[in-house]
């Protein structure tokens, strides 16, 4: 069974830093393109950030360049959200999801539950 599961949220101070991970159960996640999204109450699902299985190129959205490092580790068959300097516009409920093939704006074959991420003094 294909399963996703995040974990690593929580409340952090402005400034402050958080790793989420997603463990993948039931295939290879080496073998998938794995991205990470986030939702805001009331705002639209966008894209953070997107490692390519084919070329294993990441890629962010503007807003976190520089903050928020995407990662795997097939040894543990787990992808990683590292965010640093998190600010309170960066508050939502991540998910992390996978394909087959590249990078894509929303497309994805499946997806974990979500975990919230609060930035707040």
């Not at 101070?13 to 939702?39: H, K, M």
């Not at 699902?45 to 795997?72: D, H, M, P, Q, W």
């Not at 990078?103 to 979500?114: A, E, F, L």
Request: include cysteine; hydrophobic fraction near 30%.
């Amino acid at each position: 069974q294909v399963q996703l599961v995040e974990s690593g949220g929580g409340l952090v101070q402005p400034g402050g830093s958080l790793r989420l991970s997603c463990a993948a159960s039931g295939f290879r996640l080496d073998s998938y393109t794995v991205a990470w999204f986030r939702q805001a109450p009331g705002k639209e699902r966008e894209a953070v950030s997107c490692r390519s299985s084919l070329s294993g190129s990441t890629f962010s959205n503007e807003s976190v360049k520089g903050r928020f490092t995407i990662s795997t580790d097939s040894a543990k068959n787990t992808a990683y959200l590292q965010m640093d300097n998190l600010r309170p516009e960066d508050t939502a409920v991540y998910y992390c999801a996978v394909r087959e093939g590249s990078c894509h704006p929303s497309d994805y074959d499946y997806w974990g539950q979500g975990t919230q991420v609060t930035v707040s003094s």
